[in-house]
């Protein structure tokens, strides 16, 4: 009743709620006698989301806290990382809103794989939809795998070199390796002892370990047969008993 009250006459009410520190009440409502009243709030979102609640307006005063939500189909920060790839590309203006519209049908992936090593900056985040953490030509890998319902917990693109070796831990163990096995007729391999990604062609003399180009492939193949990806590793999950990790 306060708050509706509060609303009705433009002033604002606040709970204490027994056992709570009364004196941080006390302050605020202090605070806002001396402030004016907000009578619209406007958030700048920096990209237009699909759902949003906005702040409830009456009741609010200069210096308050507003909490608003909104959901997006791409966390923002990929937006942005993917506006600079793409100016860096010399493809601005190509995106727009979630779709990406080239100006040709096909774009060099060695002219790609180098303007995304200019852009990208470290190691996986701590989570898996954070592209412009990720190291490169991993995070497509990490964010399918992720969505079709393996955990990651770490990767590494190698560092270039010949020796350079990429890697990718996951969760439930063996699981990533089947999938990788089976899109690749056994060509892309995961070592389940050391989490190493290897990638073994047809000629056994052409044995390549450090070739990135085909973690594009698998990425690109796991988001494409994701939907039935995902119904085989809920079978495997079960079938084996694997036992997913708590978050």
Same mark, same amino acid.
């Given at each position: ?11 604002? *009410? ?27 709030? %406007?958030?700048?979102?920096?990209? =237009?989301? =699909?759902?949003?609640?906005? @702040? ?29 790839? /793409? ?14 519209? @080239?100006? *040709? +049908? ?25 592209? #412009? ?5 991993? *995070? #497509? /890998?990490?964010?399918? +795998?992720?969505?079709?319902?393996? %955990?990651?917990?770490?990767?590494? %693109?190698?560092?270039?070199?010949? /020796? ?22 056994? =060509?892309? =391999? /995961? ?57």
């Amino acid at each position: 009743m306060l708050r509706r009250l509060a609303d009705k006459t433009g002033g604002a *009410a606040e709970v204490v709620y027994p056992g709570e520190d009364v004196g941080p009440a006390i302050k605020r409502h202090a605070r806002r006698i001396f402030s004016s009243s907000v009578n619209r709030t %406007d958030i700048s979102w920096p990209t =237009q989301p =699909q759902e949003r609640i906005d @702040p409830h307006a009456p009741g609010t005063f200069s210096g308050d806290t507003v909490i608003a939500f909104a959901r997006f189909s791409e966390p923002p920060d990929n937006l942005n990382y993917l506006n600079r790839v /793409l100016h860096t590309a010399n493809l601005d203006g190509c995106l727009h809103g979630d779709t990406f519209s @080239p100006p *040709a +049908t096909s774009f060099p992936e060695s002219r790609w794989l180098r303007t995304v090593e200019r852009c990208h900056g470290g190691g996986e985040g701590s989570h898996g939809h954070d592209l #412009g953490c990720m190291d490169t030509y991993m *995070a #497509g /890998l990490a964010r399918w +795998t992720n969505e079709i319902g393996i %955990d990651t917990a770490g990767s590494c %693109d190698g560092h270039g070199g010949v /020796l350079g070796r990429p890697l990718i831990g996951s969760s439930p163990r063996g699981c990533l390796r089947a999938v990788l096995g089976i899109l690749s007729n056994g =060509q892309w =391999q /995961l070592s389940d002892r050391d989490n190493y990604l290897t990638y073994r062609p047809p000629n056994p003399t052409l044995v390549s370990i450090y070739d990135r180009y085909w973690l594009l492939d698998a990425a690109e193949a796991i988001h494409t047969k994701r939907e039935r990806l995902e119904l085989f590793v809920a079978d495997y999950i079960e079938i084996s008993g694997a036992v997913m990790p708590a978050l």
